[in-house]
């Protein structure tokens, strides 16, 4: 720890307004990591090059050790006083399971014998710590006779998003790698990096012109109301309680689905033989599209079951703007700003730059069968939303970041509250593994457990196997309900079938 808090300089860290709706929630992920030669812990990531390699990772980033605050004016800051650091909570510790049982539960954190959870997702918000939030969890988990660990990251969302999320990872794992090769071949050059977290990059590329709000941000920006203009200027501890009780108020499951590199390929072929001319659909589009489908028609069976039994609906349809049955479904995609604002620095910057797009599909569309035809006219809409998402939104966007807080606490009100929508959130673009300690790449990569209802995450599969893995967090009846919908189950294998490819393969 010395060769941060040594080094560490107080300093104000500035944020914008996208950040303050971000406190109560953490990017979160879990990498496994399988010991098949069973190489003692001296050999296999040595507890004290992996602690001493995260301390390292951290002078290039300390806005992980700040406080965060909020100026008279409604401002979000982070405080990173030398004198009084707000560290990240750090555990190395040993797990009586052999790596072999959690492989065979389907690398299902419940399965371990502690209780991670509450850390380990994003209902983080009551893991206050002597009243403070806590910046980030980091556990190295090691199983019985070195047959494997676990390294769960969860780093507040304030900080980071998705991709600098995995800057940090692997930026810790690039160390840790270094320190190995280092003790055995001292002219090896320690690989010098440089990181942006200062929020004035973020808004160097905003017009100084007002242009004309396109809908897809002034719809979202003009809801919500007085709810919305409170959630943006309470404390940031009291914004976590209240968005970690409503993430909670709902049970939610996971699902776990493979889709083969081969099969996507061969859907996106078919149904880019409907597309207009000069339009090309990306796995994205056209899996979206799918998703739709299929988790629309889910969910709409779990609606019309819920209210043959009143009772059950009452305390969650209390939080519907309107009672009655969905008619649309919202579809959000994250999509990532740095690469469409055309600076030469913005792979650098770590902060929340995160954009969405926003697609509606009626009723009637989401419950046809999910033909090529029909997949091509979604996917057309969605291939459409996602690039209108250009500079010029994204300035936009940065108007109401500065100008209008209660913005971006509508995003995570939506996913607490509305019923019919679908978040989507496409991992295979960031280099989760790329996190190779000096042990080899992960065996799985999974997300946290705890992302609010209705999102749905798609991550790249082992390198060694390739193709996806889409993970749904879902109610359970509606999770039953897509388990039976065969159009679905006719795309996918199941999760059991590529746990099984992962035990063959050489890793």
Sequence with gaps: MNTFTDTVKTQTIWLDNADAGHYATSVSNCYWYENRARKPWSVFMPAGVLERAFYKAMQDFPILAGHPKTSTK???????????????VYTDTYCNLDYSEMHESGYNIYKLP????????????????????????????????????????????????????????????????????SQSDNSVPFPVRHYIYDRSFDNSYISSETTAIKDMISNPASSGGVLMKWLAWISPETRGRVMG??????????????????????????????????????????????????????????????????????????????????????VMIDINSRPRINLPDAKDYIGNMLSGSSTVFSREQVHQKPADEILSAMALRIHQDVASVDKEFIAQVGHFKIGKPEYYMWPAWFFATRSSKMGISNQFRFEHYGVDFGAGIPTMVRTSPHAFIDNVFVMPANPAIGGYIVEFKLEPDVKANLARNEKWMSLVDKYDSYLQLLKESVV
């Design 74 to 88: 409604g401002r979000p800051y982070v405080l990173v006083d030398k004198d009084n650091l707000n560290m990240p």
């Design 114 to 181: 502690m209780d991670f959870s509450k850390e380990y997702g994003v209902p983080v918000s009551n893991r206050l710590i002597g009243g403070r939030i806590v910046p980030g969890f980091f556990h190295v988990i090691r199983f019985r006779e070195n047959s494997g660990l676990m390294v769960i990251g969860s780093i507040r969302h304030y900080n980071t998003d998705g991709y600098g999320y995995t800057q940090f990872m692997n930026r810790w794992a690039e160390i840790a790698k270094w320190m190995q090769q």
């Design 245 to 330: 009780a409503l993430s909670n108020s709902t049970d939610r499951t996971c699902s776990f689905y493979y889709i083969s590199s081969e099969t996507m390929e061969d859907l996106r072929t078919r149904v880019q033989a409907h597309a207009p001319e000069g339009i090309r659909y990306s796995v994205n589009d056209v899996l979206t599209a799918y998703l739709a489908i299929v988790l629309g028609q889910a969910k709409e069976e779990a609606f019309i079951e819920k209210w043959k039994k009143p009772a059950r609906s009452v305390v969650r349809g209390l939080s519907f703007k309107k009672l009655g049955k969905p008619k649309d479904l919202v």
